[in-house]
Structures are given as C-alpha cells and as structure tokens.
C-alpha cells in the first residue's frame, strides 16, 4: 500500500494530501458480499490471519477449515473465505464456512443441471434416512441409500459415496440426494449386457441379495434369477438360510429364461449328477448300509442315505414284535442307524430299509427254545374274553385260550381268576413260526381228571352223587369235584316222563349206574331206569326164577345208550315214536 502512494506521488508531485488521502479510502479491493481468496499471513492460538488484499487482514477461526487429517496451516497457504461485513473499528469480518457453502451449492446446481454426481460422506441417522456432508448437510432418504432395504444403516456410518442430486432449495439449505439412482444407472447398464450374453445351461456366478421360505434370489450382474428351495439341493432342505447367507456367492445353472419379463430360474443341485441315476447299483437289495434319521413320523422314519437320497424305514420294519412302539420311541431325529435295503424304485425315487432284518428273528429260535410240552413262566400282559396273553420275551407273547386255562371250571371271563401282572406258568402247546402264535395251556401242568374219570366209572359202575342242575331233557349229577353225568329223562324211570323238571331238585342226592363213558367228549351218561331193572333181575334170580334175558341189562345199557347230548335228544326222540307205534297196535 506504502509502494502504491510512493508511485503515485512520483508521477504527480501537484496531487494534495487530501487528494491523497481520498485515494487511499477509495483503495479497497473485496466488497461485502463477494467470496475472494485470501492468504494466511500468520497463526495465532486458535485463529489464522488472512490477507485478502484489502488494506487491513482479518482473523479467521481455525475451527472453519476442513483440512486433511495430518495437515497442517502454513504460513502462504490460500483459501476462498466470504467477506460478510466491515467492522466498524476497521478490518473485514471473514467466513471461510460460508466461502465452501456458496462455492458447494454452486456445484450443486451446476451438477444437478448436467446430472452429474457429488461425492459426500454419510455422517448419522436421522429421521427418515442419513445425514450426509455434501460441503452442506444433505438429506439421503432410506429409499434411496441402496437398491434393496439395508439392514445395519450403522454400518454406513463414516463411508464415503458418489452421490445424484434429486433436488435442492438453497434458501432453505435444503438438499435431497440418492445413492441409488447411481446404482440403478450401473445396474441398468449390467442388465443390457448380461441380456445379450445369458443362455439356458450357462453356468454363471452370483451373489445372494435376498433368502425367502421358497428360495434364493441371486444377483447375476444386473439382473436377479430366482433358485427354488427344491433346486437348491437334491436332498431335503428345510429353509434356505439354514444353507446359506445375503452376500454370499455361488455357482449356478440357468434353468430357464423368459426374456420377454426378464425372469430367471437358477438352479445349484443341476450342477451334481441326480444321485437316483445310479441309486440301484450303489445300494443293491439285501445290502446293509448307513443312514442318518431326518423325520419321523407315525407310520415310520425316513434315512438320509446320501444327499438326495432318503428310504422309508415303515414301522412294521423296525422291530420283529407284532405291536411295535412308535418310531420316535425307538429312534430320535439325527441318530446314525444302519439298515438293510428291501426294496428300489428309482423311476418314483423310493427305497424301502428294514432295521429288524439286522437283528435275529426271535421266531427263529423260539422253536428251540421253548419246545411242546415244555413249561414257561411270564407275567400276564393282556386279559381278553377269548384268552390271556402271557409276555414269554421280547417281541413274543403266547395265548392260553380260555379252553386251556382249567379241565373241570367253568370259566366266563379269564379276568375272574387272573390280573394283568400275575406271574404264572403254563405247557407250550403249539407254536406256528409262520402266523407267529403261541399256544399255551395251564389245564395241560395236570393229569386230565376225565382220564382217570373213564377208568374210574367204567360201564357198570353203580354211583351215587348230588344233583346239580335240572333241565328238560335230563338231570345233571356231580360225581366228584370237576365230574358231571348225564342221566337222560329217557333214562330216569321205566315210566314215560316229559320233564324232570319239579321232579327233581338241585342238591337231591340220587344213586345210578354208569352207562356210557367218553373221556375225549368229556362226558358220562348215567341211568336209573337200567339200575331199577338190574335190581329186578336179582331179586327174580334170588327166588329160583329164571329171568328172561333184557336188552336193559347193564351190559345192554352201555352198547346202546347215546355218546353226547345230541345223541341223547335223538333217542328220546326215537323212544317216543316207538311208543307211538306200540300203542296203535
């Protein structure tokens, strides 16, 4: 400034001192209002002095100047600052801030008009989006952040991206932007490209954007195809992200292409051979294999063999017993089981597996083990109207019918003398390994009591025993504990009797002789109108007379009397005809 005055006196010595001074206030360089460029001429605690040109410096606050990290003010250093005001005690009121701000919302509206990009760093979370510094706070909306929904927004946090102004309103410091729009330019650019090159059966490398329940969508290079659950693998998938996670990348195969909606099928497992081509060479029937258990459910369990390859394990395949568990009482989701191939239908994809196979048939042995006539001890394991059944082992119960369970009791219901629990013993009578029944009597531990009944009361045999019931066609009579007989109303009196019934009463002790004895029918006739005539014919015998020979004697008696109850009505029939007939001549 002293140079410019000296100059000028110089070339014009006639100039007054108040001409001069008039120069110098008229010698300013800035305006109010301009954004010039200034240089540090100095640095002072936490302020740095700039020289504008102008005919006083100012001082700047450091805390204005973004500089970068590791850098330093120097001393020469040149920097655009605003000029707001002159200080009424002199000097100029400086802002480098407002300097960046208006030289930033120049660039913003050029770079909006030629849809250009600004580079900005995102600072925090607001509501609705970011915070970004553009040179000015900038509002990045969520939508607009990426193509798809981001799920950590923190992570974007101090990251720095090329961002398209959307629109700006500078009175209001207002400026909206998108990363997306950028995104979506790149990707429109990568869809045209990957149009023209993508084939059905290309193999191609993707990354997963996003996991669904049904599947996997994957980025190809700008554009998105779609791999279904049930391509994913050739075996069983439960959900996609139990396999794999966004972002990760793959190998795939194009399944499909709709070129006119731009839809992409993918598939992974296409990529190994479908493992049922070559299932029945690898697993031959009749061979054990490994296999690890996948579901259960109630009628059996599925075994994954291999990738892609499961068989059914049916419940009537697991154990030898004829009432098996549930399946999950025998095996649990995840056990490793080793099972024995039964069946292969690789056209509908099925095997069937057996784990009783592996094991000895308890049927196989039960034979040796347990043979006829043998005795068993068991606990009773189920009580039925027909029988009980006895648990002899594992997967094995034998039945002693209700026939089978006393010689002489009359049973209605096995629950009278037996519970379920009971320890009990019983002979093995009969075992069919193919039907897989056991028979088993408790009667047969002892003597048959008609056995010895039948040498006991031969034909002839005069007995004397208590009335125990009485019906129309004849009178039953104990003989002893368990040993009933017959005597048929044809045979109790000479004389013609329709019923015994009133006759004859239940406890009445009668005496009569043995007509008939069949211990295979387990059944006795008696007679009291054969033990009269016998009676008859001694007392003839005892005067001297001579008895005439009787087809009623004893002897008679036991070659014609009937054998079983139905012969019994037969002939009571047949005696009424005859007396019929005898009457009439």
Partial sequence: MTEALTQTTSNDEELSFAELFAMEENSSVVNVGDVTTGTIIGVVDGYVLV?????????????????????????????????ERRKEEGGLLLSREKAIAIKVWEDIAKIQEENGTIEGKIESRVKGGMSVNVGVPAFLPYSQIDLRPVKDLDALIGDTFDFKVLKFNRKRNNVVISRRAILEEDRNKLREKMRSILQEGQIIKGAITNITDYGLFIDMGGMDGLCHITDLSWGRVSHPAKLYKVGEELE??????DRENDRVSLGVKQLKEDPWSTVATRYPVGETATGKVVSITDYGVFIELE???????????MTWSKKPRHPSKIVAVGDEVEVMVLNIEPETKRISLGMKQLQPNPWDLVTESYPVGSIIEGKVKNITDFGVFIGIEDGIDGLIHVSDLSWTERIKHPSEKYVKGQTIQAAVLKIDKENERFSLGIKQLEPDPWQAAYNKYPSGTVIEGTITNVTDFGVFVQLEEGIEGLIHVSELSKEKIKTPIGAYQVGDILKAIVIN????????????????GDGEDSAAEGKGQAAPRKETSAAASVSAAPATLGDLMKAAQSGQSDEGKAEED
């Fill in 51 to 83: 020289d504008v040109g102008d005919k006083a410096e100012s001082y700047v606050a450091k805390s204005e100047f973004q500089l970068e990290e590791g850098k330093d003010f120097q001393i020469g250093d040149t920097f655009e600052v605003f000029i």
């Fill in 307 to 317: 990738e892609g390859v499961e068989g059914l394990i049916h419940v009537s395949e």
């Fill in 517 to 532: 004895v069949s211990a295979k029918d387990r059944k006795i006739g008696l007679s009291i109108k054969t033990l009269e």
């Fill in 252 to 257: 795939v195969k194009v399944l499909k292409y």
